[in-house]
């Protein structure tokens, strides 16, 4: 049984592979801005021990003033050394994570209920939209879930073996998810506290004290680092990402004229209201994983629509399934939005990875509840997840890709790659930093350029204000054609909404163009008419 | 506790600020007593009307003599900005046989549209918008109490599904018409959730909830 059990697994790990594998590079179509920017910071600790700012061997990544957590940067440096610069040198880390929570919910069910339920959780996550979406682009939240999983299994099997061993792996795992993503920060010691005192009668003080002290070790670097930068600069992570500082609210606080009381009702509640948006239907079932920028028949939740009659079974059963386990994973799937409620924006993030596992291991179990009870009804179940997955592959492979371009900054790379063949006969690179259909979005194109080989991670340590961001040639900015003094043998890249126009006309051509992934144009390219002699 | 429940539900009212034309109300009422007394015997009666008398409420459906005319454009299924982007994909899909778009990128996709309208209305967030936070944990209590009384607890949950699908169908949701003829389930939920040991002990936190509920209108 335990043969067929690994076997079974194999099989779903592997299809699970080729879901997150396939066309990594081109879907979704370009590197994003956070992914460039772990993308840069590994390979610039690769090669000089500096980030992009020029921090030695950071603890945060200052990246785009919000101080990422730094275990996906440095994790990434063998793949990266192996892959090289491109999609696949960021990407698969996320890919390898989102594998390994495979494996794990799979142990993990098969720990609190049985080998079905193992298998069933294991199949559920594998074809689980969100994880799907998540795990083929490198959020460090992806791998900060993986951690927490894989730490979970561990106090299961603290509790059920009581071995020293486990309280230290336990105490590892999810000490590293706290370097791996900013909601771990909040998420664990919550989790520490409810967990201790559930497992007070069945793990001795001794073990926890093990487990305790080995997470504390962990992170105390981590923590030391973040509190550091909470009280020294206000763009720090928690500073920045709190609900009370979201859009709009500081508006509300200082200018509306709603009394006092109402006021920090509104501030307070805020939250709460958060919180149970992370157990609505439709974000669940229905729109909430925002494949496209405006609603679409097609759009999916964070779990296929053919499951929800197995969460409910699961809900209603979780007693009698998961029998002495059932309090510790309602308790999970309760905790785990708690700290992406914090955030603003909270709910349509990835922020809440983490809540995957729960929801997906009592569905497994209201899957094998029904199976046994109504097995004909279980299998029309499995054949309804299979159809949707099927509507969601379309939606994910084929159309997600086509409609994302601005998501991810598309056409930088493209451009890259349109002059690199003649770079040596520039003197002068200059890069619009707006893009979009109407130019509506800044972008980091240095960090582009830097990734695919423009310039040098040492030339990048270089970088000053020179009209613009000036590293080595190239100059990075928002051109204003009436104002551009004229340089010989100079290139343009900017963005389709401004065209050349004034003086500089005559002394410029039009040499190519990149669309964007919707075919729209998105950048064009001019070079001087000096090259041509 | 008709009282308490009625003190609630008049507050929730007037945040909702909505009264519904009275003909509504006694057509309601009329369907409310002939599902109550004979069940779901009357549901191939009760509840088609209740769906179309909603849509109705909702500005999406009226009878003109003897014609019937939809709101087309404001319905989920109807949309035709649906049918385009549903149009894109089959032009799109090329990866897909020719057959196989021709039946999959068909109209009936909006069903999904639908159905996540449905959810949105169905959600805790809605709920605790439409009753407040003490109206919301009355209702859960009304539920949890008449789990004694199953047919009675299905026959009030198959009128607000009722009613939840069919105020489902908008586009853009008007909160305070989407509920309105789902008002007297609702209510006897709340009386239910009065009638629990939970209200009875802890009634002086509801009284508070009741309070915040209030302020933030």
Redesign the interface.
Known sequence: MKKLFWLILMVIVIFSAYLRLVDLDKNPPHLGNDEISIAYDSYSIRMIGKDEHGHSWPLSFQSHNDYKAPLYAYLNIPINYILGNNEYGVRVLSVLASLVSIVFIALLGKEMGNLGIGIVAAFLLGLNPKNIFASRISFESNLAAMFVLVGFWCLVKLWKEKRNIYGVLLGLFWGLSVWAYHTERGLIPIMVIVFSLLSRKNISIRKLVVFWTTLLVVVLPIFYDFINLTLTNSNGRANTQIWFKGPGSEDFYNNSNVGL??KI??LV?GPI?NY??H?????N???GTNLFNQ?????VGWFL?ATLPILIVGLVNVKNIFGKWWKGLIVFWLVCPVIPALTFGGVASVRNLVFLFPTILIMAGGWWNLYKKYGMVAKVIVFLILINFIVFS?AYY??YP?TSGNNFQYGYKQAWEFIKPNIDKYERVVVEDRFGEFGQFTGVPHLYFGYFGAFTSEEMQLRHDGGGLAIGKYRFKYVDWNKEVYFPKTVYIVSAINPIVGHLRDKFKEVGMIRNTDFKQQFLIYETKDLDN | MIVVSGIILGVFWWRVGYVPEIQWIFLCLLLWVIWMKWGFKTAILVLPILFFLNLQVNSLFGIDGWKMNFNLEKINLTNPAYFKIIDRYRYDDVGMPYRLRMVFYQNWQTVFLWIDSTFKILSIGHWVRLLGFSGFGLLILGIKNLLNDKKRLWLYLVWILTVAFSSGMVILLDTKKAWTLATIPIVLLISEGVKNDRFKKYGWVFLLVFIVDVILK
């Open positions: 009381v109402k009702l509104v509640l209201h149970l948006a157990f609505s239907f439709d974000n079932f229905t729109s609603r679409e028949p097609l759009d629509l379309r084929v159309f086509i």
